[in-house]
């Protein structure tokens, strides 16, 4: 086995050790600063998880949690795109399929045909597999009734989420507002309220 010399300055001297193993499958080489060459483990690819779910139908009034997912699927689905695999969910509480940092970005969109003074989003965490919720992020919003119809707005809110144990950080998400008669859209054919989930950096 051997090393090459530079090829701009072929009569430079440099010493690099080997490692006196061979090292395990996927390993890569490594160099320490004093020309040491050891095996380490390769970086994980950060975004190797993009999952996004769809609301499937509207949903009326408040909701803890919102429950009405469905991943998206077909030719277009993010999830396609993963190689960690995919997040999934189960009664509104969604579960990591690996650890690392995630970026959660939560939309909804809201009609009414009347006024509401006030409706919040919720992005809800757990690190304690749900003996204990955190409101982690959320948004506020208002509908004046315009035009003697339905009236619509949309909230939009992201939250950076280090799951550090897939058997215990969890998320899920809630609404709440002043009139309960304020629906969250929901559809099965495109997203109107939606979360998708990108894995962004090793925790």
């Not at 193993?21 to 320490?32: K, M, P």
């Not at 993963?82 to 969109?109: E, K």
Request: charged share 10%; net charge negative; aromatic share 8%.
């Amino acid at each position: 086995m051997s090393i090459a010399a530079p090829a701009t300055n072929p009569a430079s001297h440099l010493t690099l050790t080997l490692p006196a193993t061979i090292g395990t499958a996927g390993q890569i080489l490594s160099v320490n600063g004093s020309g040491n060459l050891e095996w380490i483990d390769a970086p994980s690819t950060p975004i190797s998880v993009v999952t996004t779910f769809h609301q499937t139908s509207n949903q009326t009034g408040t909701k803890n949690p919102l429950n009405a997912w469905a991943e998206e699927s077909g030719a277009q689905s993010t999830g396609k795109i993963s190689t960690g695999g995919t997040v999934t969910q189960s009664s509104g509480v969604f579960t990591f399929p690996i650890t690392g940092v995630y970026l959660i970005m939560f939309q909804a969109s809201f009609g009414l045909n009347g006024d509401t003074r006030w409706l919040n989003n919720y992005i809800v965490t757990t690190n304690d597999d749900g003996s204990n919720w955190d409101d982690a992020s959320h948004s506020t919003q208002s509908i004046t009734k315009c035009e003697g119809d339905n009236t619509y707005t949309q909230s939009c809110i992201n939250y950076s989420f280090d799951v550090q144990n897939v058997s215990t950080h969890k998320v899920r998400f809630r609404q709440v507002m002043s009139n309960s008669s304020t629906v969250s859209e929901g559809s099965t054919s495109q997203n109107t309220t939606a979360v998708t989930f990108m894995r962004i950096g090793d925790t």
